[in-house]
């Protein structure tokens, strides 16, 4: 199935520009992108949905990030600032097909508008109601619901993927590891941000359905043997690790706690800062010094990868 530019008005679309294979969700159907909508056969849908098996994640989490996580956290601006530098400096591709897996609100979306204009941007999550909210925010980008472990899309076909503290989500992150290779074309580049520290797993991971948190040395070495070249390893938040770090000896010792107190306390350590000044300007000096250095600890493992 074809992808391609149906109207005038569908030129404005990154996807339109570029000719692009997606399978169809429905066996002899055709799927084409008309610059706001997709038709199969003679349907139309705003999101392409294939079958999702996540319990990794779920709509009421989905919520709670929405509720405390939002666009000018500091945290959140921080990660989707180091994903777009990382996209900027190892990208070479004049105009890059990217994919935003969890892209749920579309704020890193909405960032690599801005900075990577020329680019053909794809969002997709595993789940259909932030996909809807984000359909109508902006009209002319393609969508799709699926899990990354099953991924739809064909070999070869993407020149960038972003995940941003999804792996850890995923029972099998090999196997989406294995997937987010196989879709990219040679060359092209992952970007992949998750929690770091397993001796700090705790009931905030716990309440956010985390199966895991990562040595980053583990994480480099995953994504080695799914056949990437690492071309950058470092953390995030690395200024403020160790009040990151008692904060997480504290919750350990919540866990004999009631769970309306756990998630009472989680809730409230999730906004408590978001929005600091003084946090925004750490971050943004850690991501400065960053460019030259890999820091050793922090509260995020990040990685670049190239397949080769």
Same mark, same amino acid.
């Given at each position: 199935?074809?992808?391609?530019? @149906? ?14 294979? &997606? ?17 199969? +056969?003679?349907?139309?849908? *705003?999101?392409?949905? /294939? ?9 009421? #989490?989905?919520a ?9 956290? &500091? ?11 990382? =996209?900027?400096?190892?990208l ?13 609100? +579309?704020y890193?979306?909405?960032? %690599?508008r801005? *900075? ?13 109601r ?10 002319? @980008?393609?969508? &799709? ?18 995940? %941003? ?7 099998d992150?090999?196997?989406?590891? !294995? ?17 770091? +520290?397993?001796?700090? /797993?705790?009931? $905030?991971? *716990?309440?956010? #359905?985390? /199966?895991?948190? $990562?040595? %980053? ?7 080695? /043997?799914? +056949? ?10 690395? &200024?403020f $690790? ?10 350990? !010792? %919540? ?24 946090l925004?300007? =750490? ?22 990868? *190239?397949?080769?």
């Amino acid at each position: 199935m074809l992808l391609k530019p @149906l109207s005038t008005a569908a030129a404005t679309v990154g996807a339109s520009r570029t000719q692009m294979r &997606f399978p169809s969700p429905r066996d002899g159907s055709s799927v084409l992108w008309d610059g706001s909508a997709f038709s199969i +056969g003679n349907d139309f849908t *705003r999101i392409l949905s /294939y079958n999702v098996d996540a319990p990794g994640w779920t709509e009421e #989490l989905t919520a709670l990030h929405e509720d405390v996580d939002d666009e000018d956290h &500091f945290m959140s601006v921080a990660s989707r600032e180091q994903a777009v530098l990382s =996209l900027e400096q190892w990208l070479d591709v004049q105009e890059p097909v990217i994919l935003d897996v969890g892209c749920s609100t +579309g704020y890193t979306l909405a960032l %690599l508008r801005h *900075r990577m204009p020329q680019a053909v941007l794809l969002g997709a999550d595993c789940v259909r109601r932030p996909l809807e909210r984000l359909g109508r925010t902006i009209p002319d @980008l393609p969508l &799709f619901q699926f899990d990354i472990t099953h991924c739809p899309l064909e070999s070869d076909s993407v020149d960038g993927v972003v995940l %941003l503290n999804i792996l850890e989500h995923i029972e099998d992150d090999r196997r989406a590891v !294995r997937q987010i290779r196989r879709i990219l074309k040679p060359g092209g580049v992952a970007v992949i941000e998750v929690p770091a +520290g397993p001796h700090l /797993y705790d009931i $905030y991971d *716990r309440r956010l #359905l985390h /199966y895991r948190r $990562y040595r %980053l040395g583990d994480l480099t070495d995953l994504m080695r /043997y799914a +056949g990437f070249q690492v071309i950058r390893a470092s953390h995030l938040g690395f &200024f403020f $690790y160790p009040a990151f770090w008692l904060a997480k000896k504290r919750n350990r !010792r %919540l866990a004999g706690s009631t769970v309306e107190m756990q998630q009472a306390t989680i809730d409230r350590d999730m906004r408590l800062a978001g929005h600091s000044r003084a946090l925004h300007s =750490l971050m943004a000096m850690e991501r400065t010094l960053g460019r030259s250095v890999s820091y050793p600890v922090g509260v995020r493992c990040i990685v670049a990868c *190239r397949k080769v």
